[in-house]
């Protein structure tokens, strides 16, 4: 193996002079090196922004886009099923008034909150558990995976065998639906943790505890928190299968009800009401992520 | 090999003139580390190699040659596979408080401020908000990025982020500074900037720093000692100090006959492990 010969005799030369007693100026003018920024402002606005502001107006115009279509298609007619959308926000209106909505939500929403709260807190803490035990990988991902891919709807009916006619089996129906979403995204989310993040929480001493609660629990909130926001949207699915399925009463009633008479507009303003209320529930839980683990995604 | 090696590394030798002003004891011996991943890769093969206190020494080799993995033994984040590290005469079983990491790819919190990502050492060792944060800012200033404390990662250039990653680490206050190409996810000019900026610095802070980088010039130019590796699984093959003063005003030093030479004798000793 060849050498490299020893550099000029040391101890000669300015190197020997400890570098500590070289007085230094800081660093200078990074800043002005750099540029206060890597993005235009509007850019970044955008990409902070991410649903919100900047992307409303398209929001808007896809909105009106599909209303318009739908008030021509009703009008046209495609066929007597389906009303016009200006009949239906009037049905949803009256509706509203005689207190219909009121009623059935009162008795929709328990089971659909219960279900979702158990899915959001049992159904993350197996996620997480599951990402950070491969006991509990091994134990659990097959069954997710099976849940996730089977057609839970042909089970919904057979929950009255275990729960009767009763909210239980709402709950039951919401919970099958939404856990498999729930729980894979979260184990996924944490299994997906920047490896080099866990090395700097490690190189810096931190334990194991603050290597879950620092680093992969908001490295992995993005994650959860899409499958929870799925996981909401199959528990509205789950409540409202059950009660078209199992027990005709709340929301699902309704829809089933005013199908049986033939009031096709009250039919609609039924289901656009779950739209909009799974919409305010959706956006609010954006809201929550951002507020609790992504305060860089909610930057002006 | 292994006395070769030792000629053309005096400073190893007790009492010789080019201990300089490092201690004559080096603060780090790596002593026969072996390296063998799981998947059957053989990484390290038997490395011995000595780190001058007070020194900036750079492990140079080619992209894959093994300088993360021996950078990582060091820090106690991968138990090598034979083999021991000493640091200040303390076998080294894990991460501790004297070795502080500068990563490749910055590992900056994305969901924390530049100055909780600074303070973040701190804040694992449970030291209290106002006074973690009253060290951070001190080092945000001293790297140049005041003024940025409140800003995230992502609005940061990417040498900006390194140097939030650089304050970071010398937050900690640990006697070694651990850099795994810190400047290479950085654009040519910047890069520049941020290796001049790091010998001004050094100048003021202490440290004994363990840089590693695949540039020959970045090399020569940061170094007072450079450590050959050798393709994988990586042998120390040369070792060679510069004898370049840094504290000459950072352009002169591309221009000083030392680097140029230095260069030149590195290269054309790689060169033959190219074929
Ligand atoms: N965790 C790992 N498991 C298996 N092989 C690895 C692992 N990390 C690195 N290696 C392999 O070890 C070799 C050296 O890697 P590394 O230390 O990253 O090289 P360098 O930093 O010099 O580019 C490479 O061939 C790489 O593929
Ligand atoms: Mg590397």
């Known amino acids: ?300 | 090999m292994d006395a070769s090696t030792r000629d053309a590394c005096p400073a190893r030798d007790a009492g010789h003139p080019a201990g300089g002003v490092a201690d004559a004891t080096p603060i780090v011996r790596v002593d026969g580390v072996t390296m063998r991943y799981a998947n059957g890769v053989s990484a390290l093969d038997g490395i011995d190699l000595d780190i001058p206190r007070g020194r900036l020494t750079t492990l140079l080799g080619p992209s894959g040659c093994g300088k993360t993995t021996l950078l990582k033994i060091i820090a106690g984040l991968i138990p090598p596979t034979a083999g021991t590290v000493a640091v200040n005469d303390r076998i080294v079983t894990g991460p501790g408080p004297d070795r502080a990491l500068v990563f490749q790819d910055f590992a900056l919190l994305p969901w924390a401020t530049v100055l909780r990502n600074v303070a973040f050492g701190l804040e694992l060792r449970g030291v209290p908000r106002a006074e973690r944060e009253a060290i951070a800012a001190k080092y945000i200033r001293d790297v140049g990025l005041a003024g940025f404390e409140h800003q995230y990662p992502n609005q940061l250039s990417g040498g900006m982020r390194q140097r939030a990653g650089l304050a970071r680490a010398l937050a900690v206050d640990a006697d070694i500074l651990m850099m795994d190409e810190p400047f290479s996810a950085v654009d040519e000019q910047m890069r520049r900037k941020l290796q001049e900026d790091l010998l001004s610095l050094l100048q003021v802070e202490k440290k004994t720093v363990i840089f590693v980088t695949h540039s020959i010039e970045e090399a020569v130019y940061l170094s007072d000692r450079i450590v050959l590796l050798s393709r994988r699984p990586s042998r120390v093959s040369a070792i060679r100090d510069t004898g370049i003063a840094h504290d000459q005003p950072p352009d002169q030093i591309r221009r000083d006959r030392r680097y140029l030479d230095t260069v030149d004798e590195i290269w054309d000793t790689l060169k033959q492990y190219l074929q």
């Open chain 1, 1 to 300: 193996m060849r050498q490299i010969a020893p550099s000029p005799p040391p101890g000669t030369d300015a190197a020997v002079l400890p570098r500590a007693a070289l007085a230094a100026p800081g660093i200078a003018t990074p800043a002005a090196a750099e540029g206060a920024s890597p993005l235009p402002a509007p850019a970044q606005a955008r990409r902070a922004g991410g649903l919100g502001d900047a992307a409303w107006p398209w929001q808007l115009a896809s909105f009106v886009l599909v209303l318009a279509a739908w008030e021509i298609a009703g009008h046209w007619p495609v066929s007597l099923a389906f009303p016009p959308a200006s009949r239906v926000v009037a049905a949803a209106a009256e509706m509203a008034l005689a207190g219909d909505f009121g009623r059935a939500y009162a008795v929709t929403l328990p089971p659909l909150v219960a279900g979702i709260g158990i899915v959001g807190i049992t159904g993350v803490a197996l996620g997480i558990a599951m990402g950070l035990s491969r006991a509990f990988e091994w134990f659990a991902l097959p069954l997710m995976v099976v849940l996730q891919t089977a057609p839970i709807a042909a089970i919904i009916p057979l929950l009255t065998y275990f729960y009767g006619v009763s909210a239980t089996s709402k709950i039951a129906a919401v919970i099958l639906l939404a856990a498999p979403i729930v729980v894979l995204n979260s184990y996924r989310g944490i299994r997906n943790t920047n490896a080099s993040l866990v090395d700097m929480c490690r190189s810096f001493l931190g334990t194991r505890r603050q290597q879950v609660t620092k680093i992969m629990l908001p490295h992995a909130s993005g994650m959860i928190f899409a499958g929870l926001r799925l996981g909401v949207s199959a528990g509205f699915i789950g409540v409202v299968l059950a009660e078209l399925l199992i027990s005709p009463t709340g929301i699902g009633d309704l829809i089933s009800y005013n199908r049986s008479i033939a009031r096709y507009d009250k039919m609609f303003a039924a289901i656009v009401s779950i739209l909009a209320l799974a919409t305010v529930t959706l956006s609010l839980l954006q809201r929550l992520e951002n507020r609790l683990f992504r305060p860089d995604h909610a930057v002006p």
